[in-house]
């Protein structure tokens, strides 16, 4: 299956700067990639999906202003967390969705936990 | 949205029991799939499944895509300490990788001594 890397795994920030989370595919080109929210003790859910050379498209109620994604190559996708405040800690997770191999299905980047203080 | 209702929120069992776990959408889902997350770490795949009807094993796991595309189950056989952790059922609505996935809650899974 693809292997994704998800860069940095931890990141503690001061309210009001921004931070960037790297999401790469490491032996698989992805035209598309998945971010994902996971706040503690509760489910993932979609924030948006990264299309390559294209705007990322998000789901209903996430800023997409504050969360600026950017997938400028077919193995990189970046999320920006703008003016970062302390209720926009959680967890962030990628994925990607390789077309083969046995069993295939979204494999998902180890996640980067952001606290914001 | 959509929205995955998965049960039981968690479970207590004894090591070597047997563990099963479901999702039930109103929704129709065209692809099914069941992960396991450890703290701290993005969800791992255990089981993908495309049709309907489907019955996958992967080991000890076995799972089902309902034949309404609208539930699925997850059964573990002869539970080990390793399988300690959260279990999330996701389904996607197009299939072929056009979007994103639905989580359910998640099951925790706890093996008693």
């Known amino acids: 299956g693809a292997v994704v890397s998800q860069h940095p795994s931890w990141v503690i920030c001061k309210s009001g700067t921004s931070v960037k989370i790297e999401c790469r595919s490491l032996?698989?080109?992805?035209?598309?990639m998945f971010w994902y929210r996971q706040f503690p003790k509760q489910s993932l859910m979609l924030m948006a999906t990264?299309?390559?050379?294209?705007?990322?498209?998000?789901e209903q109620g996430v800023e997409k202003d504050k969360f600026l994604i950017n997938h400028a190559s077919l193995t990189l996708s970046t999320l920006t967390v703008t003016s970062a405040h302390p209720e926009d800690s959680s967890f962030y997770i990628c994925?990607?969705?390789?077309?083969?191999?046995?069993?295939?299905?979204?494999?998902f980047g180890s996640g980067t936990r952001l606290t914001v203080v | 949205g959509q929205q995955l209702n998965q049960s039981p929120q968690s479970m207590f069992i004894q090591e070597g029991e047997d563990v099963s776990m479901n999702c039930t959408s109103s929704?129709?889902?065209?692809?099914w799939l069941w992960y396991k997350q450890d703290p701290g770490e993005g969800p791992v795949l255990l089981i993908a499944?495309?049709?309907?009807?489907e019955l996958t094993s992967n080991g000890r796991l076995t799972a089902q895509f309902g034949i309404t595309r609208k539930d699925s189950f997850l059964n573990i056989s002869a539970s080990i300490p390793s399988d300690v952790g959260i279990y999330f059922c996701?389904?996607?609505?197009?299939?072929?990788?056009?979007?994103?996935?639905?989580f359910g809650k998640g099951t925790h899974l706890i093996i008693q001594p």
């Open positions: 990264s299309n390559e050379g294209s705007k990322a498209t998000y």
């Open positions: 032996d698989f080109q992805a035209t598309t």
């Open positions: 499944l495309y049709k309907a009807g």
């Open positions: 994925s990607v969705y390789p077309f083969a191999g046995p069993n295939y299905g979204y494999t």
């Open positions: 929704s129709i889902f065209n692809t």
């Open positions: 996701a389904g996607q609505l197009r299939g072929g990788g056009a979007d994103g996935l639905t």
